[in-house]
């Protein structure tokens, strides 16, 4: 049985008592969108956190987000044969890319002085 909080009964009569149309529709938008995610986040997941083990995790079409230590993983990365240890937060990996990007840009930099000097 799924046990509701006592805050939505109120809001309903709230509804029912009230005459004005846009303020009903937002009441019933909002505890729709609460209701909603009161239940997802208490779905069972397939995935865990690599990191911090933990379950609570927000699961997207592409990557999951870990709630305790914030971080996002690619569920990619997290079906694939990588070990835990070595699987990298997308923060991570973005870190990875700049530092390429950055090296590019200066060997870049470095020919076309080398180029107009």
């Known amino acids: 049985m799924v046990r509701i909080p006592i805050k939505f009964p109120i809001i309903i009569l709230v509804i029912i008592s009230d005459d004005n149309f846009i303020f009903s529709v937002s009441i019933i938008i909002i505890t729709t969108i609460q209701i909603c995610i009161f239940f997802t986040l208490r779905m069972p997941s397939e ?49 990875v ?17 080398e180029d107009f000097s």
């Open 97 to 113: 890319a700049d530092a390429f990007d950055e090296e590019e840009r200066k060997k870049l930099k470095k020919m076309f002085e």
């Open 47 to 95: 995935y865990y956190c690599p990191r911090c083990q933990s379950e609570e995790v927000i699961v997207y079409d592409d990557h999951i987000e870990c709630l305790q230590c914030g971080l996002d993983f690619s569920i990619e990365s997290l079906e694939s044969d990588i070990q835990e240890d070595n699987i990298l937060a997308e923060e991570e990996l973005q870190g």
